[in-house]
């Protein structure tokens, strides 16, 4: 149980072109998902916090009109790296919290892989 | 948010138990303590969870003194495979939507 899904599993796009990356809880309903981003070497970074049926909320310096984010079901989220370029490079995680509970386990997809040529 | 600190890095021989020490000294009451395993180019794997004293299950077990002020994951007779970053998270329902801070985590090195 508590299995996180994410694709695609890598993408290669060129520079200017909006690239969408799907998470989703196979096995249990999410009423909040996050999404994070990971450089070589480096930690997980939080971006936003993904809520079923409202605006997400982001972290402090990440741009919310470059990374969109809508979490229209209580099973998918989607980040969609708009105008992509070599800087956003990067290994885009997303988790999810599943609703109620209250022990605040975050279960983590296995990551999409960006590179913007 | 609780902020954690880990030591870096930490090498250890096949066999051997690794303790692996987490301090996180503002710890609010309704956080929970959570340990999590990262291969390169994957995401973060649940180990094990706790709130007090101590925890064990399959893969490792966790200590939690009365003050909570720490946490220790204890890895049982590691191997090869357990090479990997540890991270110690904690956070809560009831705290900020419950946000996860990642640190540093610990990069664990098993030697043969």
């Known amino acids: 149980g508590a299995v996180v899904s994410q694709h695609p599993s890598r993408v290669i796009c060129k520079s200017g072109t909006s690239v969408k990356i799907e998470c989703r809880s196979l096995?249990?309903?999410?009423?909040?998902m996050f999404w994070y981003r990971q450089f070589p070497k480096q930690s997980l970074m939080l971006m936003a916090t993904s809520n079923e049926g409202s605006k997400a909320t982001y972290e402090q310096g990440v741009e919310k009109d470059k990374f969109l984010i809508n979490h229209a079901s209580l099973t998918l989220s989607t980040l969609t790296v708009t105008s992509a370029h070599p800087e956003d490079s990067s290994f885009y995680i997303c988790s999810a919290r599943s609703s109620g509970d209250s022990t605040d386990t975050q279960y983590f997809g296995p990551g999409t892989r960006l590179t913007v040529l | 948010l609780a902020k954690t600190t880990q030591p870096i890095s930490m090498d250890s021989y096949e066999g051997q138990e690794v303790n692996i020490t987490c301090s996180h000294n503002n710890i609010a009451t309704n956080d929970y303590i959570t340990w999590y395993q990262q291969f390169p180019s994957q995401g973060p794997r649940f180990i094990i969870q706790g709130y007090k004293t101590k925890v064990t299950n399959e893969v490792a077990s966790l200590f939690i003194p009365a003050d909570r002020k720490s946490s220790t994951l204890s890895l049982p007779r590691v191997s090869l495979s357990d090479t990997a970053v540890y991270y110690c998270?904690?956070?809560?329902?009831?705290?900020?939507?419950?946000?996860?801070?990642f640190g540093q985590g610990t990069e664990l090195s098993v030697k043969p």
């Open positions: 998270l904690v956070g809560g329902v009831n705290n900020q939507g419950g946000k996860l801070i």
């Open positions: 096995d249990f309903q999410a009423t909040t």
